[in-house]
């Protein structure tokens, strides 16, 4: 039987992987320290949690419109509004997601035709490439580099633009990489974009995790015109809410019969009861987000301060999100092993999980990538626990 070859060749993520091997080593008795896995510890806020309930007993318990009921998109309406001083509009510009995810799937299915071609951040969010590979698009890869702060810069994105460049892909605060964009650079790839022609997918579903002050920067504040700019948000990470399923898109009045469609075949409607708990997020205190952002940073020293005790390895500090990526290849000049196999030895004789960097990309090859959504104290014993299988290594 010869099944769907775009199906067959399709990339799904490899961190849940990792995360049944660090489990599969815990039943034989071994204390894993969990770093690889990248979801927020804390749990979500009472006041969401009640909404969503409050919903259920009301009787919330039926199909919506596809994207969306009208008060979240309203909500969400003017939530940009609020960050971004831009008009969307509910009814042509808004569509709810199930997770930022199926907002990525959703768009570049929406857009993408055989041959165009799609620039994503490499390593990077494995969902942006086995999208736009399922949608028949060639992926070119933007090598985030260490010595560039895991940024993009436009003069190299210039030379990499094409006219079957069809969209470049955005995503700051960063996952696997902890970096952020500078006004300079997102204001430089918005040059390009207007000049070529080409759309931002901008991923920002960890946009208020920022660390040491800094201020969130989107395309959204330089765009003259944000047709061009698909966003992809969510509420999974700031509102720790990764079970719940729910995240949202917002494009031009051109793409969006489109995209509806297609979450239309796909899931009908987001689920109901999770879309009210969802206003509650938008709409209720947001002071929890920002306690959950204050211990990130705790967390993030306490993350560089360990491991800068390390020899042997290099790493920037994170400047948001919740993840550190780390330069191990020292070790594999050494033994040969790669990172895949790297990590799958720290979990094994060392008791802690990191996710190899290839997962999240071939230019990750040497890279271990730590998610700081832990304890501190669990921080400082998984890092120093990598210290040692690195102190090991090197002897
Ligand atoms: C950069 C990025 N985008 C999107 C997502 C998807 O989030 P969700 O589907 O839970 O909203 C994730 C999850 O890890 C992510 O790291």
């Given amino acids: ?97 199930i997770g930022a995810k199926q907002a990525i799937v959703a768009a570049m299915l929406a857009i993408l035709n055989e041959g165009d071609e799609v620039i994503y951040p490499n390593p990077g969010y494995p969902a942006y490439s086995s999208a736009a590979e399922y949608a028949g698009a060639k992926t070119v890869p933007y090598k985030l580099v260490l010595e560039d702060n895991f940024s993009i810069k436009p003069d190299k994105l210039a030379e990499m633009i094409t006219p079957k460049t069809k969209i470049v892909v955005l995503n700051s605060p960063n996952n696997p990489c902890g970096s952020t964009m500078s006004s300079e650079e ?34 959204l504040n330089y765009a003259s015109d944000i047709d061009k700019v698909i966003l992809v948000d969510g509420f999974s990470k700031r ?62 020293n306490a993350v560089v301060e360990e491991l800068s005790k390390i020899d042997g390895i290099r790493f920037t500090k994170p400047s948001g999100a919740f993840y550190a990526f780390i330069d191990v290849s020292r070790v594999f000049e050494k033994d040969g092993r790669t990172s895949e196999q790297f990590v799958l030895d720290l979990i094994e004789r060392y008791g802690v999980a990191f996710l ?23 921080i ?11 102190s090991d290594a090197l002897a």
């Fill in 1 to 97: 039987m010869k099944l769907s070859s775009r199906v067959v060749n399709l990339k799904a993520e490899a961190a849940f992987i990792v995360l049944e091997k660090a489990k599969m080593v815990e039943k034989k008795g071994v204390d894993v320290v969990h770093l690889e896995i990248g979801e927020p510890d804390f749990d979500t806020p009472q006041h969401i949690k009640e909404a969503g309930i409050e919903a259920l007993r009301r009787g919330e318990t039926h199909y919506t419109p596809t994207p969306g009921i009208p008060e979240l998109r309203e909500a969400i309406v003017e939530h940009l509004k609020e960050i971004y001083g831009i008009d969307y509009d509910w009814r042509n510009n808004i569509a709810v997601t």
């Fill in 186 to 219: 997102v204001r430089g790839v918005v040059e390009l974009a207007e000049d070529h022609g080409f759309y931002i997918l901008s991923d920002e579903i960890y946009r208020p995790i920022l660390f040491d002050g800094l201020k969130h920067q989107s395309p």
């Fill in 239 to 300: 509102y720790a809410m990764t079970g719940w399923r729910i995240g949202y898109l917002a494009v031009s009045k051109e793409i969006y019969p489109y995209i509806v469609k297609l979450l239309n075949i796909m899931t009908s409607c987001p689920a109901s009861f999770v879309q009210h708990a969802a206003i509650s997020a938008l709409r209720g205190p947001q002071e929890p987000v920002y306690q959950m952002v204050r211990e990130y940073e705790k967390r993030r």
């Fill in 356 to 378: 190899h960097g290839t997962a999240m990309g071939s230019y990750g090859e040497g890279y271990i990538r730590m998610c700081f959504a832990n304890s501190i104290e669990n």
């Fill in 380 to 390: 400082r014993k998984g890092i120093r626990r990598l210290g040692k299988a690195i």
